[in-house]
């Protein structure tokens, strides 16, 4: 007796069936693409947006409410600057220092997680006693700790950050080459011959990206709270220059009388993670997809 | 039909359907079942993977998802199910009706002690008092030929054999002692040896206690000699039905004696070719109007693949056939009668 | 019964064993901390005014001047007897003060776990059960937004909503549990609070795709043929294999909860662990910063230890080893 031709198991279980496609997108996953295509726009072209006034210039009334100009449309902070500039530079150098992280993150977590994997023994030990030590301390707290030896400065924490997230990464990789080492591909290519190298680049290393597409947006979104939190401490982005979360600290000062002030930096900051949040669970619902067809 | 416990038979299925709705299509997945079952009679309902029984069964115990559209009348025990509430439906269900899955080891919950699983049943709908669901249980275990079965009792299913656990689900079926137990694919995923000695256990098991039985089944080799009445499926539809020797001796529809003719058995000359249905089980998707065999029939013609038969009855009262061009009743066998099926089951 | 219990101590035993590298790591680590101030420490701590002598009072008296492997097993030798020093400028013992601030942030703590779970999950067995409902396209984009609230978000404006715009809670203070329940129980609401915003969500996201998950088990479906009700099936049958996935976030949620202490302890006013690192860095007070890695680094041992044999007791088929 043959398979049937539909598997009405499938379709009867509780999630609506895969799609050769890809998934269709909701309205909050569109809006979140769009939100972060025009942050990232309006990061790299602050200069070029015209009539948009610097980050640190008083240009206006004190702690104004939104209205309808280009400068004013958040409204000024308590020294008269564009509350929209300040975001839109804060922005800057928050992604800024989170792109930069990531990158040391990916880069020396693959590095080490990818060699655990494939190699397995001692340097999985190592790996994981890495790994562990690193998740066992909130990053909040190590920041802090080097900053009462260090001072307060963006570099520490940028390396910092990076720093700490080289074990999540790691862990990703390393879980992810191991699911691949037995699978034929591989053992095909050592047949044939080819090197360790080539192996882990060629073979294995793009079946890791889908994954990794997939779990970096949250991250990020992570770190971006995390260096949030600690400028809105005072210990992150030193003032004058604009922060997310310096400018949340700073709005507390006047809440009573201007609680409008919040306003722009918590808008900033929640619906950039929550974009993030929304696109990593995207790609991850593709990610899920693409398993089912392997 | 044979048995006589009141008027009307235990269950009476008239005019089941079962469709779901897809954003391609609507599948049928079951098309007007009708039978009846009597007390004390066991039932074979025997078809392919997809054609239907599964969720026939579901459909009858209320079991089916969500999505799937049911329509027609379930009557158990002369209660029609559709006009009880959801809550005393389910527990006339629970407790007149008692279901063994295909997959032991998933059937039981790892977290939950066996004995409690197997008493579950009736501390619910009998509201026995915690030591009287133990020493039922106890003794259900005991009945189903677990040695050690106050020890069984206090076990964890991780801690027992597929064949076990098996046993152990029939156990929790008894509970309440049902007037129906339905094995749904129950030996499908045990070991053959395993496979005889529960259905062994199932069948004395349903004439000790005068119990009616179905037995959901692909293999028509386990209904010979174990049912009184069997009803093949294909595509959803019922192709023939009646008393087990009947269908055995003469099959009436092209599927049944092919599936028949399929059936591998001892006194064939060795290394002969096994027989085979040629083609594919039919695409729910796509359902073609008229016989849904037709395609894989070597008999079918025109008015087969554009008209759906009608039931129609093959001398005993109770053999009933949907098929254009059946077997002719006085065909030779196809095979051996059903009491030799044993051997094979 | 006896080998039961020796089995479980020698688990105990083992998985602390195993924290063992981590925790030198860490405390090492936090002991060659002040060999990274610019400078010699003392001066840093000091300032520019300090005169020599106080410089060389001070490092003899911390062993700022001593390598780092002297200075780590002088401080586990006084780890061991109880004593971690003392702050740099107020003098008093670090343990001493770190014990008291530490009941204050595990009240909080444990009070905000405490209510997030009873939010979370009880909502996620509900929206479990009838998927795809209302209830559940909503919260799943209310968790969606809550998720997304950074943790210095919710105390700004939970802050403005109860202590500025209603006046129901006190905007700053604290007082002591034993000291006035009730009144304590008035400066706990708000912190607890903003915690809560994010771990609520999270519980319930971690419990609804774990809930889900076993509902489709096929012993679920037996027991929907027993005739079981809904509730009873995720009550009974539910609950328990989906807790060891709850466990583990309760692990995790841990570093989300001391994070998240530093910042409604600063704004809040709130004498617990969170406030007293961030006196101790605005002070250079090392000695303090070096007892809270090592008091935080020992509490993340304990409890991923305790959730691991938490594991063992939920299902029967680990093997406590």
Known sequence: MSRPAVDTEALTAADPPARRRLPRMSLAEYFSFAFLALLIAAVLFADAIPGLIGPNFPY???????????????????????VLSRIIHGARATLTIVCVATAISL???????MLAGYYRGILERIVDLFANTVASLPPILVLLALITATGPSVITMTLTLGF?????????????????????????????????????TREILPNLFPTLAALMPPLMAGLIITEGSLSFLGYGIAAPAPSWGGMVADSTDLLSRFPLLMLGPILAIVLTVYALNTVGDYLSRRVDTRDRQL | MSGARGAHPLLSVKGLTCSIRTPQARLSILTDI????????????????????????KAIMGLAPRIAEITGTVRLDGTDLAT??????????????????QNPTTSLNPFVKIGRQVAEASRLHLKLDRSAARTLATDLLRTVGIPDAAQCYDGFPHQFSGGMKQRIMIATALACAPELLIADEATTALDVTVQKEILDLLQSLQQNRRMSMILVTHNLGIVAGRTDEVIVLYGGRIAEMGRTEHLFRTPRHRYTAALLAAMPRMDQPPHSRLQTIPGAPPDLLRPEPGCPFAPRCGAADDRCRQTMPDMARSGDANHHFACHHPIPVDAAPALPSAQEGTRHG | MRSTRSRYLRAVALRLAAGIPVFILVTLGATALSDLMPGSAAQAILGDYATPEQIAALNAEYGYDQPVLVRYFDWLGGLFQGDLGQTLFSRQPVAELLLKRAAVTFQIALVAMVVSVLIGVPLAMITAARSGGWLDNTLRAITSVMLSIPTFVSVVVLGYLFSIVLRWLPATGWVSLFD???GNLYYVALPVMCLSVHQSAYFYRVSRSQFVATLQEDYVLVA??????????????????????????????????????FIVESYFAI????????SAVKAHDLPVVQAILSLTVMIFVVVFMLVDLGYALIDPRVEVS
Request: charged residues 15%; proline residues 5%.
């Open chain 1, 60 to 82: 206006g009334d004190f702690s104004q409410p939104p209205n309808w100009s280009l400068n004013g449309i958040l409204g000024t902070d308590p020294l008269g600057r564009s």
């Open chain 1, 107 to 113: 880069c020396f977590g693959l590095l080490i997680g």
């Open chain 1, 164 to 200: 700490l997230e080289i074990g999540t990464y790691a862990r990703i990789a390393k879980g992810g080459v191991i699911s691949q080492n037995d699978r034929d591909y591989v053992l095909a290519a050592r047949a044939l011959g080819a090197s360790d190298l080539r192996i882990l």
């Open chain 2, 34 to 57: 009708g039978f009846s079952l009597d007390h004390g009679t066991s039932l074979g309902i025997v078809g392919e993977s997809g054609a239907g029984k599964s969720m026939l069964i």
């Open chain 2, 84 to 101: 009880l509430p959801e809550a005393r439906k389910r527990s006339y269900l629970g407790r007149k009706v008692g279901m063994v899955f």
């Open chain 3, 180 to 182: 006035d329940p009730l």
């Open chain 3, 224 to 261: 929907r043929a027993k005739g079981m009700s809904t509730t009873y099936i995720m009550l009974r049958h539910a609950l328990r294999p989906s807790l060891p996935q709850v466990l583990t976030v309760f692990g995790l949620s841990l570093t989300f909860l001391l994070g998240g202490s």
């Open chain 3, 271 to 278: 004498p617990g662990i969170g406030w007293t690192i961030l």
